[in-house]
């Protein structure tokens, strides 16, 4: 029988990325779509040739204490941050207890909530019920600094280009297309809270420094990472393939990927694996579409996996060139 998932935040943009998924998923339904912005209208309407939209299904604007009632068996909070913990509080008032994936940086530091992302935290699932969805850079940085943890002599350095989805549907310079046009726009250059965000979930210093460029979506994370040996490239791309010889989400390519070709794309690339002359400090490059592998995909993963579903299941495996 399918699950039903209600989706809190559906107007922006990866909200309407769930829409997509969770309506092509041969195992899901859509419960209900809440955006306040476009209650009452036909969410087929926004979604033109997609299948699987019950043409009835229109966007509501429950309150917090309306959400239990509309009985989903998972909710995904597509909310700015800041906004989930009254959500969450609504269900436990209720006694109700629906898987909760929480797609916003609220619980990313929070031990009793699962942080999901699946290629390096699978093993730590235990049935949780609350998952925390790991931020878009962070995903990317995570999968890209992994393999070499154990032979790392220092702090990495991620220097991060993001396209402009990335900032959301709330008017901002990092939205804004006039003044991203012919630019790049530096922001958060320490403490970013996906900095946090790595160095705690890898145990070790990543420091991170964002910028916004303008196209729409897809990022590129350039990782600079000092090492404790001299290493020979071979050794270290057979690293990466072989530590993900087994994940169809993670393509690691002897080239340097390109942004223009991630996007839409469900997967993360790595590639372009260049060491320096002593071999002591390599440069890898991980380009991954923020709004799907970086949130959307990536919480449908975690469903997958919160409901005994194929992890991967219901996720178009597309490789197009660019
Ligand atoms: N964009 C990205 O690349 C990534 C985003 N994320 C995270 O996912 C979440 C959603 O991101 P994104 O889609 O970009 O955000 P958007 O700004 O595009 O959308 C936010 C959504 O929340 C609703 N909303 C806004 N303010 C409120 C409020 N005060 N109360 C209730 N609903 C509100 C909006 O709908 P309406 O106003 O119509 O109700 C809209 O549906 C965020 O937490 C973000 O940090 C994570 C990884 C990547
Ligand atoms: C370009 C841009 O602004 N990107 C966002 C990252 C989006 C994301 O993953 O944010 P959360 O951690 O809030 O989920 C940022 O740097 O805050």
Known sequence: MSKSVGIVGARGYVGAELIRLIAGHPDFELAF????????????DQFEGVAGIDPELRYVAPSNEELPGLGADAVVLALPNGKAAACVAAFDNAGMDPVIVDLS???????TWYYGL???????YAGQRRISNPGCYATAMQLAVAPMLD???????????????G????????????????????????????????????????????????????????ANLPL????????????????YADEPMVDVLDEAPW????????????????????????????????????????????LNLAFGFDENRGIPQVRHAG
Not at 33 to 44: I, K, M, N, P, T
Not at 151 to 165: E, M
Not at 172 to 200: F, Q
Not at 228 to 243: K, L, N, P, T
């Open 105 to 111: 940086a609220d619980y990313r530091f929070d031990d």
């Open 228 to 243: 404790s040996g001299a290493f020979e490239r071979d050794a270290i791309v057979s690293r990466y393939r072989e530590r």
């Open 167 to 222: 900032a959301g549907t709330s008017p901002s310079d990092k939205n804004d297309p006039e003044k991203l046009r012919d630019n790049l726009m530096p922001y958060a250059l320490t403490n970013h809270i996906h900095e946090r965000e790595v160095t705690r979930q890898l145990g070790h210093e990543v420091q991170f420094l964002p910028h916004v460029a303008p196209h729409f979506r897809g990022l590129t994370i350039t």
């Open 259 to 302: 942004v223009s070709r991630i996007a839409g794309q469900h997967h993360v690339e790595l590639g372009g694996f260049t060491l320096s002359p002593d071999g002591r400090r390599l440069v890898v490059v991980a380009t991954e579409d923020n709004l799907l592998k970086g949130a959307a995909t990536q919480a449908l993963q975690n």
């Open 33 to 44: 779509v809440s955006s306040r912005e476009l209650v009452g209208q036909r969410v087929a």
């Open 151 to 165: 032979a790392l002599a220092g702090p990495v350095q991620c220097f991060g280009v993001s396209g402009y989805s």
């Open 118 to 124: 699946p290629e390096l935290t699978r093993r730590k």
